[in-house]
């Protein structure tokens, strides 16, 4: 089951494993990491792009290093729900993940994560320096909160 639903990865992934929050842009990619008790998204770090060996490679170090049960992926959706090449080139990304390892991943809706990051950056009066190294693993951070507040709900939400 390496595409997963968001719902579905409690099932998925074992006790005491994180999950992994990706903002995949087109020159930087930003990590989160999850608690083990998937309560709480932690912004990470940010990689610098390169070829998609490297990337794959730094993704599968953190996955072992971290014991990360999941990868989700954030989805650049357009603001009617459509999907554009941004969308395209991020499901790309996940089948060439998934053609050289074998992760679970699931993708979340990014719609305004960066802008909502960047306004909350704004109102805590940072620098526009300072905004620019964090946006992303912020932005990162901000996509998995949904995920595990989305899992969250699940748990107490009663079944029809």
């Given at each position: 089951?390496?595409?997963?639903?968001?719902?579905?990865?409690?099932?998925?992934?074992?006790?005491?494993?994180?999950?992994?929050?990706?903002?995949?842009?087109?020159?930087?990619?930003?990590?989160?990491?999850?608690?083990?008790?998937?309560?709480?998204?932690?912004?990470?770090?940010?990689?610098?792009?390169?070829?998609?060996?490297?990337?794959?490679?730094?993704?599968?170090?953190?996955?072992?290093?971290?014991?990360?049960?999941?990868?989700?992926?954030?989805?650049?959706?357009?603001?009617?729900?459509?999907?554009?090449?941004?969308?395209?080139?991020?499901?790309?990304?996940a089948r060439n993940?998934?053609?050289?390892?074998?992760?679970?991943?699931?993708?979340?809706?990014?719609?305004?994560?960066?802008?909502?990051?960047?306004?909350s950056m704004i109102?805590?009066?940072?620098?526009?320096?300072?905004?620019?190294?964090?946006?992303?693993r912020a932005a990162?951070?901000?996509?998995?909160?949904?995920?595990?507040?989305?899992?969250?709900?699940?748990?107490?939400?009663?079944?029809?």
């Open positions: 089951m390496p595409i997963a639903d968001a719902i579905s990865l409690k099932s998925v992934i074992e006790t005491g494993q994180r999950l992994l929050g990706i903002d995949l842009g087109t020159k930087t990619i930003g990590l989160a990491l999850s608690d083990t008790l998937l309560m709480a998204a932690t912004p990470f770090k940010t990689l610098a792009r390169g070829k998609f060996q490297a990337d794959a490679a730094a993704l599968q170090a953190i996955r072992t290093e971290h014991r990360v049960g999941a990868l989700i992926l954030g989805l650049p959706l357009n603001m009617d729900g459509s999907e554009g090449p941004r969308v395209q080139a991020t499901r790309a990304f993940l998934l053609a050289v390892d074998d992760p679970v991943i699931a993708f979340w809706d990014e719609r305004l994560s960066t802008a909502a990051v960047t306004r109102d805590a009066d940072l620098s526009r320096k300072r905004r620019s190294e964090l946006v992303d990162a951070a901000y996509i998995l909160q949904g995920v595990l507040d989305r899992l969250r709900w699940a748990a107490i939400e009663p079944n029809p």
